[in-house]
């Protein structure tokens, strides 16, 4: 298989040099999409393990169970207050003869209400998190300033509780905001990684059947190579590197079964491979020199540059 060095270059007929530039195109996109699977796949390894993913579910459905802990203890302080009794209830409007009541009020609520939510057994009626419970505690005493006048015993026993529940909640609702910034964060990502798996899966699945279209092209257009084509080919094999002679070795092991490239020299009969088989050890013979040149002309650019040093 070995031959002397050559100077000679490919040249190719212009349907092989149209199938090499669609070849590069394709190798190209599958080159960025291996780079997307990398991405995804490292993302999933980092954060979703086999036990990553249930981890983290505990880990966040822990901490919000933490802050339901404290806010429990936060309404429990504001319900013994002195003044929190008119709020402990739902507002009886016809009992204390309110008959304006619903008009004004739209959404009706109260302490008790909250804490009943909160210990529900029914998980649809539970609160999901704490922001929303301090949403409805807030709503209890903007309820009773707004129905009621502020010079009125109501109004004003609802701001100091408002007040007080303020002071109360502030420490713990630094904590929640910082979670819940956390948990965004993690949600957009997760959100960016799915879409880059989705849209990935779909164009590996059009690149597969862009390569399958041209393999076809290729088998029906593929002419037979010629005597000048075939010596060239030998000829230019023996440039090779060794690493790129031992690649060349298991391509025409794929199209010559009968070949054994383990004994160091072959002595190769091209006529033996298929034309499918010529031609892809062509390509990559073609490129194989073409990368190899790249890298000579690098090395070769390295040394100038330490010697002007």
């Not at 109501?154 to 819940?180: G, H, I, R, T």
């Not at 029906?220 to 060349?248: F, I, P, T, W």
């Amino acid at each position: 298989m070995a031959a002397g060095p050559s100077n000679k270059k490919f040249k190719p007929n212009l349907e092989t040099t149209v199938l090499d530039r669609r070849v590069d195109e394709l190798q190209s996109h599958t080159n960025e999409l291996e780079k997307r699977v990398k991405t995804v796949v490292q993302y999933y390894e980092n954060n979703e393990g086999p036990t990553d993913g249930a981890h983290n579910e505990s880990a966040r459905s822990n901490k919000m169970q933490e802050f339901m802990q404290q806010f429990r203890e936060i309404l429990r302080q504001i319900m013994k207050r002195k003044w929190a009794f008119p709020f402990l209830k739902p507002v009886n409007p016809e009992a204390l003869h309110l008959h304006d009541y619903y008009e004004i009020i739209k959404k009706p609520m109260d302490l008790g209400t909250i804490v009943n939510r909160m210990e529900a057994k029914e998980e649809s009626r539970r609160y999901k998190n704490v922001t929303d419970i301090c949403a409805d505690v807030r709503l209890v005493f903007s309820n009773a300033m707004l129905y009621n006048e502020p010079t009125s015993h109501a109004y004003m026993m609802a701001q100091e509780l408002s007040s007080q529940f303020e002071k109360l909640w502030y420490p713990l609702s630094l904590k929640v905001v910082e979670e819940e910034g956390r948990q965004e964060e993690v949600e957009i990502q997760e959100a960016r990684i799915e879409k880059l798996a989705q849209d990935t899966d779909k164009e590996l699945m059009e690149l597969s059947r862009q390569l399958e279209e041209l393999k076809r092209h290729v088998k029906q257009r593929c002419r037979k190579m010629s005597y000048e084509e075939k010596y060239m080919l030998v000829e230019n094999m023996g440039r090779l590197s060794v690493e790129n002679v031992n690649k060349a070795a298991e391509i025409i092991a794929k199209y010559y079964p009968d070949l054994d490239a383990s004994t160091g020299d072959v002595d190769l009969d091209l006529n033996s491979l298929s034309e499918d088989g010529q031609w892809r050890l062509y390509h990559f013979v073609k490129n194989a020199l073409k990368q190899q040149e790249r890298e000579q002309n690098a090395k070769m650019g390295n040394a100038s540059y330490k010697k002007k040093k």
